[in-house]
Protein backbone atom coordinates (compact mmCIF):
# COMPACT_ATOMS: atom_id res chain seq x y z
CA UNK A 1 0.00 0.00 0.00
CA UNK A 2 1.37 3.37 -0.89
CA UNK A 3 1.98 5.46 2.11
CA UNK A 4 1.63 9.40 1.48
CA UNK A 5 4.32 11.79 3.06
CA UNK A 6 3.25 15.46 3.03
CA UNK A 7 0.28 15.32 0.84
CA UNK A 8 3.14 13.44 -1.88
CA UNK A 9 2.76 9.62 -2.45
CA UNK A 10 5.85 7.43 -1.85
CA UNK A 11 5.02 5.98 -5.43
CA UNK A 12 6.34 8.65 -7.28
CA UNK A 13 3.17 10.65 -7.87
CA UNK A 14 3.31 14.23 -8.88
CA UNK A 15 3.11 16.61 -5.83
CA UNK A 16 -0.47 18.82 -5.43
CA UNK A 17 0.40 22.18 -7.21
CA UNK A 18 0.25 25.36 -5.17
CA UNK A 19 -0.19 27.91 -7.36
CA UNK A 20 -3.82 29.02 -6.90
CA UNK A 21 -3.80 32.12 -9.68
CA UNK A 22 -3.44 29.07 -12.53
CA UNK A 23 -6.28 29.62 -14.14
CA UNK A 24 -6.72 33.23 -13.96
CA UNK A 25 -2.83 33.62 -15.39
CA UNK A 26 -3.60 30.79 -18.33
CA UNK A 27 -6.76 32.83 -19.33
CA UNK A 28 -4.95 36.69 -19.23
CA UNK A 29 -2.17 34.50 -21.42
CA UNK A 30 -4.87 33.77 -23.56
CA UNK A 31 -6.51 37.44 -23.68
CA UNK A 32 -4.90 40.18 -22.00
CA UNK A 33 -8.33 42.00 -21.22
CA UNK A 34 -8.83 38.57 -18.52
CA UNK A 35 -5.44 39.79 -16.54
CA UNK A 36 -8.69 42.75 -14.73
CA UNK A 37 -9.12 39.58 -12.50
CA UNK A 38 -5.66 39.12 -11.23
CA UNK A 39 -5.62 42.96 -11.31
CA UNK A 40 -8.51 43.22 -8.97
CA UNK A 41 -7.78 40.05 -6.69
CA UNK A 42 -4.42 41.65 -6.23
CA UNK A 43 -4.72 45.98 -6.32
CA UNK A 44 -5.52 46.00 -2.41
CA UNK A 45 -2.73 43.99 -1.26
CA UNK A 46 0.34 45.42 -3.75
CA UNK A 47 -0.67 49.00 -3.01
CA UNK A 48 -0.44 48.23 0.89
CA UNK A 49 2.65 46.77 0.38
CA UNK A 50 3.80 50.16 -1.44
CA UNK A 51 1.80 52.53 0.97
CA UNK A 52 3.86 51.02 4.00
CA UNK A 53 7.14 51.35 2.40
CA UNK A 54 6.92 54.45 0.79
CA UNK A 55 4.59 56.34 3.21
CA UNK A 56 2.85 58.35 0.67
CA UNK A 57 -0.41 57.85 -1.57
CA UNK A 58 0.71 58.85 -4.61
CA UNK A 59 3.93 57.58 -4.58
CA UNK A 60 2.16 53.91 -3.38
CA UNK A 61 -0.54 54.37 -6.23
CA UNK A 62 2.24 55.14 -9.04
CA UNK A 63 4.06 52.12 -7.66
CA UNK A 64 0.83 50.09 -7.53
CA UNK A 65 0.06 51.09 -11.34
CA UNK A 66 3.67 50.59 -12.31
CA UNK A 67 3.86 46.62 -10.80
CA UNK A 68 0.53 45.94 -12.47
CA UNK A 69 1.86 46.93 -15.89
CA UNK A 70 5.20 45.15 -15.86
CA UNK A 71 3.26 42.13 -14.76
CA UNK A 72 1.03 42.37 -17.63
CA UNK A 73 3.68 42.64 -19.73
CA UNK A 74 5.92 40.18 -18.53
CA UNK A 75 3.31 37.78 -18.37
CA UNK A 76 4.17 35.44 -20.81
CA UNK A 77 7.25 34.88 -19.73
CA UNK A 78 6.40 34.29 -15.83
CA UNK A 79 7.19 30.39 -14.84
CA UNK A 80 5.46 29.12 -12.20
CA UNK A 81 7.72 26.60 -9.97
CA UNK A 82 5.77 25.28 -6.76
CA UNK A 83 6.28 21.23 -7.74
CA UNK A 84 9.85 21.44 -7.37
CA UNK A 85 9.98 23.46 -3.80
CA UNK A 86 7.15 20.51 -2.72
CA UNK A 87 9.14 17.52 -3.47
CA UNK A 88 12.51 19.58 -1.94
CA UNK A 89 10.50 19.80 1.42
CA UNK A 90 9.54 16.30 1.44
CA UNK A 91 13.23 15.84 1.49
CA UNK A 92 14.30 18.81 3.60
CA UNK A 93 12.21 21.22 5.59
CA UNK A 94 14.93 23.77 5.77
CA UNK A 95 14.83 23.65 1.78
CA UNK A 96 15.35 26.92 -0.02
CA UNK A 97 12.57 28.79 -1.25
CA UNK A 98 14.29 31.44 -3.99
CA UNK A 99 12.79 29.24 -6.28
CA UNK A 100 9.44 28.98 -5.60
CA UNK A 101 7.34 30.90 -7.98
CA UNK A 102 3.59 31.28 -7.67
CA UNK A 103 1.53 34.37 -9.45
CA UNK A 104 1.43 36.00 -6.09
CA UNK A 105 5.27 36.04 -5.35
CA UNK A 106 6.30 36.89 -8.88
CA UNK A 107 3.83 40.01 -8.39
CA UNK A 108 5.49 40.95 -5.26
CA UNK A 109 8.84 40.27 -6.38
CA UNK A 110 8.03 42.74 -9.19
CA UNK A 111 6.50 45.23 -6.78
CA UNK A 112 9.38 45.00 -4.10
CA UNK A 113 11.98 45.82 -7.60
CA UNK A 114 9.19 49.30 -8.07
CA UNK A 115 9.33 50.36 -4.87
CA UNK A 116 13.08 49.98 -4.47
CA UNK A 117 13.67 51.96 -7.90
CA UNK A 118 11.28 54.95 -6.40
CA UNK A 119 13.10 54.84 -3.33
CA UNK A 120 15.96 55.65 -5.13
CA UNK A 121 14.65 58.41 -7.62
CA UNK A 122 12.71 60.17 -4.77
CA UNK A 123 13.33 59.98 -1.09
CA UNK A 124 10.79 59.66 0.91
CA UNK A 125 10.27 60.77 4.66
CA UNK A 126 10.94 57.57 6.68
CA UNK A 127 7.91 57.51 8.94
CA UNK A 128 4.02 57.77 7.89
CA UNK A 129 1.63 59.80 9.79
CA UNK A 130 -0.63 59.47 12.04
CA UNK A 131 -3.45 60.26 9.58
CA UNK A 132 -2.07 57.87 7.06
CA UNK A 133 -1.77 55.26 9.27
CA UNK A 134 -5.63 55.55 10.72
CA UNK A 135 -6.71 55.26 6.85
CA UNK A 136 -5.52 52.07 6.71
CA UNK A 137 -6.99 51.04 10.80
CA UNK A 138 -10.14 50.51 11.94
CA UNK A 139 -11.05 53.66 14.26
CA UNK A 140 -11.30 51.43 17.48
CA UNK A 141 -8.06 50.56 17.44
CA UNK A 142 -6.19 53.84 15.74
CA UNK A 143 -4.09 54.64 19.15
CA UNK A 144 -2.56 51.23 19.32
CA UNK A 145 -2.08 50.28 15.71
CA UNK A 146 -0.49 53.70 14.93
CA UNK A 147 2.33 53.88 17.36
CA UNK A 148 2.65 49.80 16.60
CA UNK A 149 3.37 50.91 13.04
CA UNK A 150 4.94 53.48 13.64
CA UNK A 151 7.34 51.55 15.93
CA UNK A 152 7.73 49.24 12.91
CA UNK A 153 8.30 52.28 9.95
CA UNK A 154 11.56 52.68 12.26
CA UNK A 155 13.07 49.35 12.27
CA UNK A 156 15.80 48.32 9.81
CA UNK A 157 14.39 47.72 6.21
CA UNK A 158 14.58 43.75 5.41
CA UNK A 159 12.59 43.93 8.90
CA UNK A 160 10.20 45.94 8.15
CA UNK A 161 9.68 44.53 4.60
CA UNK A 162 8.94 41.03 6.75
CA UNK A 163 6.35 42.58 8.78
CA UNK A 164 4.77 44.52 6.16
CA UNK A 165 4.45 41.27 4.11
CA UNK A 166 3.48 39.10 7.24
CA UNK A 167 0.88 41.07 8.59
CA UNK A 168 -0.30 43.62 5.91
CA UNK A 169 -0.55 41.28 2.97
CA UNK A 170 -0.89 38.02 5.24
CA UNK A 171 1.70 36.27 3.30
CA UNK A 172 2.87 32.44 4.91
CA UNK A 173 6.88 31.96 5.99
CA UNK A 174 7.32 30.77 2.26
CA UNK A 175 6.13 33.23 0.09
CA UNK A 176 7.81 35.71 2.51
CA UNK A 177 10.81 33.83 1.86
CA UNK A 178 10.36 33.24 -2.00
CA UNK A 179 9.53 37.82 -2.35
CA UNK A 180 13.01 38.64 -0.68
CA UNK A 181 14.94 35.49 -1.81
CA UNK A 182 15.82 34.04 1.99
CA UNK A 183 14.97 30.74 3.48
CA UNK A 184 12.21 30.23 5.42
CA UNK A 185 14.76 30.03 8.37
CA UNK A 186 16.22 33.31 8.19
CA UNK A 187 12.07 34.89 7.42
CA UNK A 188 11.36 33.44 10.79
CA UNK A 189 14.33 35.16 12.76
CA UNK A 190 13.81 38.47 11.06
CA UNK A 191 9.97 38.34 12.12
CA UNK A 192 10.95 37.55 15.47
CA UNK A 193 13.76 40.06 15.84
CA UNK A 194 11.41 42.75 13.99
CA UNK A 195 8.29 41.71 16.78
CA UNK A 196 10.84 41.94 19.74
CA UNK A 197 12.36 45.36 18.40
CA UNK A 198 8.57 47.12 18.12
CA UNK A 199 7.45 45.70 21.51
CA UNK A 200 10.80 46.91 23.31
CA UNK A 201 10.03 50.40 21.24
CA UNK A 202 6.70 50.46 22.73
CA UNK A 203 7.38 49.60 26.18
CA UNK A 204 10.05 51.96 26.48
CA UNK A 205 7.77 55.26 25.31
CA UNK A 206 4.68 53.86 27.78
CA UNK A 207 7.61 53.75 30.27
Keep these: MTRAVLGRAE ?19 RDPSHFDALYRKYLAQVYSYAFYELHDHHAAEDATERTFMQALAGLPRFEERVDEFIASRVVMDTADTADISTFRVWLFRIARNVVANERRRDRRRPVSSLDEVAELTAPGDFVDAAAAWEAVARL ?8 TLRFVDEMSTAEIAAVLGRSEGAVRVLLHRALRSVADDLRGRLS
Design 11 to 29: DGARPARLDRDRALVEAAR
Design 156 to 163: PEDRRRAV
